[in-house]
C-alpha cells in the first residue's frame, strides 16, 4: 500500500472512531441516542449529521474523503428502499466508514430515522 494509501485508511479510521465513540462514549455513560426517543431529526443530526450534513448532503470534502453519499438526492432516493437504509443503519457502511448502529437504536428510532431520510429528499431538477 502506498502512502497515500495509508493515510487514506488512517483517516477512514480515524472519523469511524470518532462516530462510533460518540455512540459507545454515550452508552458507557447511560445516555442514549437521542435520549431514546424515536425522534428521527434528533437521532440523525446527534449521529448523521456529522457525515452527511444536517440536510443530508454531505461536503465535497466528505463525498471525496469517507465516500458519504447525499441522501438528498432524488435518484438515491428512487435507488434506495426502506429496507436497504434499515441494514446500512444497522451493519454499516460497506468501506466501514459508517458504523453499525445495531444495538444502539431501537427498532421505532431506526423506522422514525427512516422517515426523517426520505423527508430530506430535494426536488429534482427541472
Not at 447511560?30 to 450534513?53: K, L, P, T
Not at 471525496?64 to 438528498?72: C, E, H, M, Q, Y
Request: glycine share 10%; with cysteine.
Amino acid at each position: 500500500m502506498t502512502a497515500a494509501g495509508v493515510a487514506r485508511a488512517l483517516r477512514r479510521g480515524a472519523t469511524a472512531l470518532a462516530v462510533a465513540g460518540a455512540v459507545s462514549g454515550a452508552a458507557g455513560c447511560e445516555r442514549s441516542i437521542a435520549s431514546g426517543q424515536a425522534d428521527g431529526r434528533a437521532i440523525f443530526m446527534e449521529v448523521c449529521a456529522r457525515c452527511h450534513g444536517p440536510r443530508g448532503t454531505p461536503t465535497p470534502a466528505d463525498v471525496a474523503r469517507l465516500g458519504v453519499k447525499d441522501l438528498a438526492d432524488p435518484k438515491l432516493q428512487d435507488q434506495l428502499s426502506d429496507d436497504r437504509i434499515r441494514r446500512q443503519i444497522l451493519r454499516g457502511s460497506d468501506n466501514q466508514n459508517m458504523p453499525a448502529f445495531e444495538g444502539a437504536l431501537t427498532d421505532d428510532q431506526i423506522a422514525a430515522v427512516i422517515r426523517y431520510v426520505r423527508s430530506l429528499r430535494r426536488s429534482p431538477a427541472r
